[in-house]
Antibody
Framework: QVQLVESGGGVVQPGRSLRLSCAAS????????VHWVRQAPGKGLEWVAV????????YYAESVKGRFTISRDNSKNTLYLQMNSLRTEDTAVYYC???????????????WGQGSLVTVSS | QSALTQPPSASGSPGQSVTISCTGT?????????VSWYQQHPGKAPKLMIY???ERPSGVPDRFSGSKSGNTASLTVSGLQAEDEADYYC??????????FGGGTKLTVL
């Protein structure tokens, strides 16, 4: 069965960096685009970034552009989110989520991970 | 990109129907068929309930339906059941490789 498992969250000071990982299993990881979506405590969902199946295309929300980098290692079936210059407003549960069809980007998600909490606080 | 507008709350009694709206602009909801709806129970990850305006993934009960008129999409839950109580989020492709979500609607089954 399809599984997405995030890790790497924790408490970090403003201005510091953190890298999240999302380990995928149960499907052909190198055929699907994958996204990061976040949810601040008690708030709604916010799209963060997407990477195409082969890593050749990457797109970001304006709120994280220039600070966050999405990447993937298809040999390890793993998605990453490198977060630099973190701000208090980046505090959220970060979910990885899979596109529903191979190759194309349709910008909706059929499988989600359980989420990883990132807290930015001094 | 501004968030899509959803009512903060909605409610209905068991067996009744409830409709949740999601209002955007011609640059997102009105411009594309890539409108989706997600259900989220407390402490859980979101679950896809509707995609491409009105399509239902396998395993989602046919009590859930979606539609769109102009810049407003809607999710209707018919025959409300206790387990339908959750937060519901709409999303829409917004062009330029960008995705926007609604603010969420808390559905209460009375």
């Amino acid at each position: 069965q399809v599984q997405l498992v995030e890790s790497g969250g924790g408490v970090v000071q403003p201005g510091r960096s953190l890298r999240l990982s999302c380990a995928a299993s149960g499907f052909t990881f190198n055929s699907y685009g994958v996204h990061w979506v976040r949810q601040a405590p008690g708030k709604g969902l916010e799209w963060v970034a997407v990477i195409s199946y082969d890593g050749s295309n990457k797109y970001y929300a304006e709120s994280v552009k220039g600070r966050f980098t999405i990447s993937r290692d298809n040999s390890k079936n793993t998605l990453y989110l490198q977060m630099n210059s973190l701000r208090t407003e980046d505090t959220a549960v970060y979910y990885c989520a899979r596109e529903p069809q191979v190759v194309v980007l349709l910008y909706y998600f059929d499988y989600w991970g359980q989420g990883s909490l990132v807290t930015v606080s001094s | 990109q501004s968030a899509l507008t959803q009512p903060p709350s909605a409610s209905g009694s068991p067996g009744q129907s409830v409709t949740i709206s999601c209002t955007g602009t011609s640059s997102d909801v009105g411009g594309y068929r890539y409108v989706s709806w997600y259900q989220q129970h407390p402490g859980k990850a979101p679950k896809l309930m509707i995609y491409e305006v009105s399509e239902r993934p396998s395993g989602v009960p046919d009590r859930f339906s979606g539609s769109k008129s102009g810049n407003t999409a809607s999710l209707t839950v018919s025959g409300l059941q206790a387990e339908d109580e959750a937060d519901y989020y709409c999303s829409s492709y917004a062009g330029g490789n960008n995705l926007v979500f609604g603010g969420g609607t808390k559905l209460t089954v009375l």
